[in-house]
Nanobody
Framework: QVQLVESGGGLVQPGGSLTLICAASGSLSSVVVMGWYRQAPGNERHLVARITRFGDYDYADSVRGRFTISTNSAKNTVYLQMNSLEPDDTAVYYC?????????WGKGTLVTVSS
């Protein structure tokens, strides 16, 4: 079992920045991918960014160059640095951790980009 707790969401003006944090605990030795997804009202959940245990990155086209995903050295915390935020970035952001055969989700943190 893996438990995930997100933090760092909030209200920010267009052009601003936020850093999301996901603290993972439990059986982390089998984790292969850590990442962030988002779901805007009325839309499906989509990948924002992910990082593999080998350090490979993958970003959605809409955030590439503005968002940066990273982990700490212990690989039990995953960060999402979000710069140049736009109103279209408004969504609930979910932390995701994948092990062979099982995906774990956090409860989500709301990011609202508005003036």
């Amino acid at each position: 079992q893996v438990q995930l707790v997100e933090s760092g969401g909030g209200l920010v003006q267009p052009g601003g920045s936020l850093t999301l944090i996901c603290a993972a605990s439990g059986s982390l030795s089998s984790v292969v991918v850590m990442g962030w997804y988002r779901q805007a009202p009325g839309n499906e959940r989509h990948l924002v960014a992910r990082i593999t245990r080998f350090g490979d990155y993958d970003y959605a086209d809409s955030v590439r160059g503005r968002f940066t995903i990273s982990t700490n050295s212990a690989k039990n915390t995953v960060y999402l640095q979000m710069n140049s935020l736009e109103p279209d970035d408004t969504a609930v952001y979910y932390c995701n951790v994948q092990t062979p055969g099982v995906a774990y989700w956090g409860k989500g943190t709301l990011v609202t980009v508005s003036s």
